[in-house]
């Protein structure tokens, strides 16, 4: 099965490993996620002020160029990719006179009409793939490797556009259950970790991230997955700066669902890209995980 | 002798801009407080998300757009997602923030970011970084 694919700034940069590792899984799986031609940067979040439509386009772009290869749906793996190419087909959906001005000052591209289904990697693997298969593929998998799901806001807000509950979601846990980890529901997996706060506001962030891997950790966690990179970035880069705060933090590796997917799937290393994480995640997972483990 | 207290006296101009940007009706809230519960950025602010809701209720405009809480929060639909009367405050503080950055003024500077920032943040935080505190 072939589904078009929005990749996105991030995953071509800093978050080769959520790219590669999502790539190769969806492709050991039996789905070719096929990149698409053009893309653009969706802008990453939506504008949320009504009358700026500017920040509309990038998105919808987007979605013209799924329309033009005759697709009527797009997976992306990032979770603000998501909410924000979701956020403007919502906005084409719901609002006619919005839609129309907009396709008129875009006059160069075809009309977009809010046709395309915008799908994030968890869905497919849900709901093509089946969390069953991949258990039955996987079979003892990852036992012992006691995984703490975070979840962040954009996968589960805004609720118009969330995939799951926002206050009780299990996507990600029946994700890692399938695969065969000991799963941690953590109080903190739909805590905000400060976000693009990163950028301007590094002491919020590292109160943020000293909370949500600090709860993790005292629940027994080996490693915590999440889906975005900026949440990424926050849990697992952040955590040095987590120490100029509290010097008794001791952190945990921050992993992708699509890494732990991948490894559990025994694909290469080199698919997983650990060297770019601040807290190598070999360690735990070559002695937690079954013995078989990453293979070159 | 009958008393009658009327939004429409409050209501400056100011709150209604925010209500147009935000499309939103701040007097919906009945100051509960589960945005403010919710917020992981209060820490940060001087104001709680529901206090910010309660200042534009009552036309108290200044004390809104010198505050800090506009810019600790960081849009993450918390409040949004847990007000029970249906309030989008995430789009209230995004409208406070444009009222003051479409006066040209900017929170954050690109300029002043050190180099080995820019190349160890993800491409996602800076772009909307950028995009939510400047203008
Ligand atoms: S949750 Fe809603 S109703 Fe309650 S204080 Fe906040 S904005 Fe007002
Ligand atoms: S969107 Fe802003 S105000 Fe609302 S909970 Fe999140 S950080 Fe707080």
Redesign the pocket.
């Known amino acids: 099965m072939r589904i078009p694919y929005y990749p996105g700034c991030t995953v071509k940069t800093t978050a080769k490993n959520l790219e590669e590792s999502a790539l190769a899984s969806a492709a050991a799986l039996g789905i070719e996620l096929e990149e698409l031609e053009r893309w653009n940067c969706c802008g990453v979040v939506a504008c949320l002020a009504g009358d700026n439509l500017m920040e509309q386009l990038a998105p919808i772009r987007n979605l013209i160029r799924v329309q033009e290869q005759g697709a009527d749906r797009v997976v992306t793996m990032c979770s603000l990719c998501y909410g924000t190419l979701k956020a403007a087909n919502a906005l084409f959906r719901r609002d006619e006179e919005k839609r129309e001005k907009i396709n008129q000052f875009m006059y160069e591209e075809p009309d977009y009409e809010g046709g395309v289904e915008v799908l994030h990697l968890l869905e497919v693997l849900r709901d093509e793939i089946g969390f069953d298969t991949i258990a039955a593929r996987v079979g003892e998998g990852l036992a012992g490797l006691r995984i703490a799901p975070y979840y962040g806001c954009l996968l589960l807000r805004p609720r118009e556009l969330g995939l799951d509950d926002p206050e009780d979601p299990h996507i990600l846990e029946d994700l890692m259950e399938s695969v065969g980890a000991d799963v941690i529901v953590d109080p903190y997996r739909t805590e905000?970790c400060g976000s693009y706060q990163t950028v301007s506001n590094i002491d919020l962030v590292a109160e943020r991230t000293r909370r949500i891997v600090g709860s993790a950790v005292r629940r027994g966690a080996d490693i915590i997955v999440t889906s975005c990179p900026v949440c990424h970035f926050n849990l697992d880069r952040r955590q040095r700066d987590v120490l100029r705060i509290d010097r008794e933090f001791s952190g945990l590796p921050v992993l992708y669902f699509t890494q732990v997917l991948a490894f559990a799937l025994d694909l290469p290393e080199s698919v997983m890209h650990f060297d770019l994480h601040e807290i190598d995640p070999r360690p735990v997972l070559e002695s937690k995980a079954r013995t078989a483990g990453v293979s070159e | 002798m009958r008393t009658s207290l009327d939004a429409e006296q409050l209501k400056n101009d100011i709150v209604a801009r925010i209500e147009e940007l935000s499309g939103e009706n701040v007097y919906a809230c009945y100051q509960c407080g589960r945005?403010s519960a919710?917020?992981?950025?209060i820490e940060a602010m001087d104001l709680l998300?529901n206090q910010v809701i309660r200042l534009l209720q009552m036309g108290q405009v200044d004390e809104v757009l010198r505050c800090k809480t506009i810019w600790a929060?960081?849009?993450?639909?918390?409040?949004?997602s847990r007000c029970p009367k249906g309030v989008d405050?995430?789009r209230i503080?995004e409208a406070v923030r444009q009222i003051i950055l479409r006066q040209n003024i900017d929170h954050a500077k690109l300029a002043e970011l050190p180099d080995e920032m820019i190349e160890d943040l993800p491409q996602a935080a800076l772009v909307s970084g950028f995009r939510k505190l400047t203008s």
């Open positions: 905000c | 945005c919710g917020c992981p950025g998300p929060c960081a849009s993450c639909f918390t409040c949004e405050l995430t503080m």
